[in-house]
Nanobody, 118 residues
Framework: QVQIVESGGGLVQPGGSLRLSCVAS????????MGWYRQAPGKQRELVAA????????YYIAAVKGRFTISRDNAKNTVYLQMTNLKTEDTAIYYCNTDQRYLTTWSWGQGTQVTVSS
């Protein structure tokens, strides 16, 4: 059973930055495409960024492209999401998991809250 722990969220003003981290247990991390998801109040969870197992193919939704950067360190079983120029509409709980476009997701972690507000 893979366990996922996200961290790095917080309260930030519009235009600010945060770096999220996600550590996943288990030996299959290195071969799994990974993604960052978010769920805003009253909305469905959505995939916002993803990265291939070898880190050579990133994916971003249009709303975050140019502002968010996904990366991973397979030696540490960790995936990161660098978020810059944050907007109020980025407020959500952020989760990481396998890229659901290609793999069945693992059990979800608790997520990390990102609040963008002045």
């Amino acid at each position: 059973q893979v366990q996922i722990v996200e961290s790095g969220g917080g309260l930030v003003q519009p235009g600010g930055s945060l770096r999220l981290s996600c550590v996943a247990s288990g030996s299959t991390f290195n071969i799994s495409p990974m993604g960052w998801y978010r769920q805003a109040p009253g909305k469905q969870r959505e995939l916002v960024a993803a990265i291939s197992s070898a880190s050579n193919i990133p994916y971003y939704i249009a709303a975050v492209k140019g502002r968010f950067t996904i990366s991973r360190d397979n030696a540490k079983n960790t995936v990161y999401l660098q978020m810059t120029n944050l907007k109020t509409e980025d407020t959500a709980i952020y989760y990481c998991n396998t890229d659901q476009r290609y793999l069945t997701t693992w059990s979800w972690g608790q997520g990390t809250q990102v609040t963008v507000s002045s």
